[in-house]
């Protein structure tokens, strides 16, 4: 035969499974604020010159909607957060997520774009020496390239821009 708490052990009782309840569901709760708190990884960009890869999530990226032309031009200009030593006339190869290349993608150096848009997920530079002396001067001790979404189709005000990403380069022979 079971025996039911009678009276004032009944009230005690009472009250400890109502705050048990209250902890779980105070629980459950903060578990639910942290797990909203974490933002979803952007897609990923990788830089390889000859066996050095650097790989960073985006600097500018809003979940892959449109950024407009300005921003990204700004975005390119931000610091990178990695950087890399380069060896001069070092093949330079680029690595996006496959929706980055759905999108398309193209390399800018120092806040310009230098190539077409590609639809790769992979992109080989071969024979092209970023630190080549430039009319009378001295090579380069940093390039700042960045990888920057961009929809293919669009153009002048209607090109669409969803992400960039920055690397510095290093001149390791300078």
């Known amino acids: 035969m079971t025996t039911l708490p009678r009276g004032r052990a009944a009230i005690e009782h009472s009250a400890v499974r109502r705050r048990r309840a209250v902890a779980a569901a105070g629980a459950v709760s903060a578990g639910l604020l ?16 000859g066996s050095h890869s650097v790989s960073t999530e985006a600097e500018c990226y809003d979940d892959g909607n449109s950024i407009g032309q300005q921003e990204a031009t700004k975005c390119t200009l931000k610091k990178a957060s990695h950087s890399i030593k380069v060896p001069q006339s070092e093949t330079l190869r ?15 150096i120092n806040g310009q774009q230098v190539t077409n848009v590609y639809k790769k997920t992979y992109y080989s530079f071969e024979g092209v020496d970023l630190f080549a002396d430039q009319q009378g001067q001295a090579a380069p001790k940093t390039l700042n390239i960045s ?6 189709s669009g153009s002048g005000a209607s090109k669409q821009y969803k992400g960039v990403w920055n690397f510095k380069l290093e001149n390791k022979d300078a």
């Open 94 to 108: 680029i690595g996006v997520d496959p929706e980055v290349a759905d999108t398309g993608w193209a390399l800018w």
């Open 147 to 152: 990888i920057v979404e961009q929809d293919k």
């Open 34 to 49: 942290v797990l909203s708190a974490c933002d979803k990884p952007t897609p990923r960009a990788t830089v390889t010159f």
